[in-house]
C-alpha cells in the first residue's frame, strides 16, 4: 500500500479489473442496459464501491491495516441495522447470534491489546465509514443483482467506479504514472485477484445467498489470510489465531443453521 497514495491504489485497483472483464462482457453480449431504473442501480453501485476501496485505503494508510479492516468488518452489524430500517427485513435471531460471536472472533484474532489501543482519529471514523459503505454496498448489489447476469453488473459496476476514482484522483491532484515496477506489480495483483476474481465469486454468492449472509461469510477472509500468510510467508499461527478464527467459522456457520433446520423439516 506505500507504493501508491490509497486513492490511486483504488482507482487502478478498479481500472485494471475494468479493461479485463469488459471486453468479455462485450465477446458474450452483457453490454445492453435495458432501462435507467437498471442504469441507475448500476451507477449507485458502482459509486457506493468505489468509495469503499478509497476510503478503505485512505484508511490503512492512516492507521494500520488490523485496525482498518476490523472496523469495515463491522459491516454486518450496518447491513442488519440498515436491513431492519430501510427494507422492512428482520434479520433472524441467528444472524444476530452469528455476528455477535463472529466479532468476537475477530476480537481474539487480532487481539484485545490491539483494540484497546485503537486510536480515535480520522483513520479511526474513516474505518467506520467504509464499513457502512460496505454494507450499502452489499444491500444495493443484492437488489441489482436480482434481475441481471453476474458479469453485466460488474462489467457496468465496475465501470463507474473507475469513472467516479478517476475524477476524485483529479480533484485531490494524484499522479496517475511514475511508479516503480513494484508499485505496478502490486497494482496488477490487487486489479486482478483483489478485485477481477474475489468480486466475481463475491458476486455469484451475493446473487444467491441473502446480503446479511454474505457480508457476515466475507469475515472468513481473516481465516484463509492468516492460513495463506503461514504457508507463503512463513509466518506462524498463535494460539489466540486458532481460537479467533474458530469463533469466527462459528459465528457464519450459526446463520447458516437455521436454513438447514427449514430444509430438513
Sequence with gaps: MGLTSGLISAFYRMAIATALLFPVAAVLGKLKIV?????????????LFAADIAVWNVSIQGSSAT????????????????????????????????????LMGMVVFVGLDTVLNFNFDTAFFLGILSGILYAL??????????????VKFMAFSMLFSSIFLFLVNLIFGESFWGFSTEAWVSLLVQGIVCQLIAWLLISFATKRMRATRVSLSLLSQAVFAALLATVFLDEKLTLTHIIGGFLILSGIAVTFYEKKQKTSG
Design 35 to 47: 432501462s435507467k431504473k437498471q442504469f441507475f442501480g448500476l451507477l449507485l453501485c458502482g459509486v
Design 67 to 102: 485496525q482498518a479492516t476490523l472496523l469495515t468488518n463491522l459491516s454486518p452489524i450496518w447491513v442488519g441495522v440498515l436491513s431492519f430500517l430501510f427494507l422492512n427485513f428482520r434479520p433472524k435471531k441467528s444472524f444476530w447470534l452469528g455476528t455477535a460471536v463472529a
Design 137 to 150: 454496498y452489499i444491500l444495493v448489489s443484492k437488489n441489482v443483482l436480482q434481475k441481471m447476469d453476474v
